[in-house]
């Protein structure tokens, strides 16, 4: 098996776990008022805090030696998020600008907001997986020429569509029967598709603690990481389950296998589909012949 899917409180799951964790996406519920099934998003500020210190000292814990996590939030929490992942030993590398590619959201007397953080930091003094992603966007206007090989990944990411609300969301957004997102709160593949092949080697461990709708599994698996998903909804873990079970179209990451080949090792760190496939039928004849 290449994944495990958790019901319950991570909080609970993660202080009883002697698990050995290689990398974590934490994504929690911002605590903006949200609608969660089984989550108040409207916690006095302390206790909001509190609970995440508690989520990330955890992880802390169960995370091997150079592991690393990603801490998304929105920008105006960033001091708090600094601070909980000081406190509980975390070592600060980047702080990442998801620049959302969608139209800032207005606000008065002060300047439209189009980013989110997703703070990067590692447990001691060196990362032990660092592999220099290269990209090769669009030139900018007025560019002469073209590049020869790419350009490495900066901490500033704004080639990586947010999934919105509504049309915008395209395919790879879940769906209710009547049209709805089923999460709100649904990431991006591609952004989880960035960090992982960062900060991870096939076969390690991948944890999230608040799963979702569970796209760091789906990622995790496409690239034969293993992934823990911790999701407190029942609703959100069936969603995981059937997600995983069979990827859809919208959710093969191999569309995005083009944009990294400039990156000087990207077959070591992501097998092409042909290889995985190859794998997964000489699984199966195992399978079956040990059955037979
Ligand atoms: C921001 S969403 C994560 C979205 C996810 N990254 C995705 O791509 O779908 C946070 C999730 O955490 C879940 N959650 C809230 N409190 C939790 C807890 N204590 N333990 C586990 N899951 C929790 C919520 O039900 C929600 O689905």
């Given at each position: 098996m290449s994944y495990e899917i958790l019901l319950g409180n991570c909080i609970d799951i993660l202080e009883k776990s002697n698990r050995e964790i290689d990398f974590t996406f934490l994504d929690p519920p911002?605590?903006?008022q949200k609608d969660y099934a089984l989550h108040?998003?409207?916690?006095?500020e302390q206790e909001y805090w509190n609970m995440v210190k508690k989520v990330c000292r955890s992880i802390y814990k169960i995370t091997n030696k150079g592991g690393c996590i990603y801490f998304m939030q929105r920008e105006k929490n960033t001091e708090f998020v600094l601070q909980t992942l000081r406190e509980t030993g975390w070592n600060f590398q980047n702080l990442i600008i998801?620049?959302?590619r969608t139209s800032a959201v207005p606000v008065k007397g002060k300047y439209g907001k189009q980013y989110q953080i997703i703070v990067y930091a590692i447990k001691?003094?060196?990362?032990?997986t660092f592999h220099r992603l290269r990209i090769d966007p669009e030139l900018p206007l007025n560019y002469k020429y073209q590049r020869d090989n790419g350009i490495f990944v900066t901490d500033?990411?704004?080639?990586i569509r947010e999934l919105t609300s509504?049309?915008?969301?395209?395919?790879?957004a879940l769906r209710t029967d009547n049209g709805?997102?089923?999460?709100?709160?649904?990431?991006?593949?591609a952004l989880l598709l960035r960090m992982i092949l960062t900060s991870t080697n096939i076969g390690d461990t991948i944890l999230d603690p608040?799963?979702?709708?569970?796209t760091t599994a789906v990622t995790a698996i496409q690239t034969q990481r293993y992934s823990i998903a911790i999701e407190i909804d029942p609703k959100n873990i069936e969603c995981i389950k059937n997600r995983l079970k069979s990827i859809r179209d919208a959710d093969n990451?191999?569309?995005?296998y083009k944009d990294y080949t400039?990156?000087?090792n990207l077959r070591e760190i992501w097998s092409n589909e042909s290889e995985i496939v190859q794998k997964q039928k000489q699984e199966e004849l195992t399978l079956f012949n040990a059955a037979g």
């Open positions: 911002f605590n903006q108040n998003d409207d916690m006095p998801w620049k959302k001691g003094e060196r990362a032990k500033v990411w704004d080639d509504g049309y915008f969301a395209g395919d790879e709805e997102r089923f999460h709100k709160q649904q990431a991006p593949l608040f799963a979702g709708t569970g990451i191999q569309k995005y400039c990156t000087e």
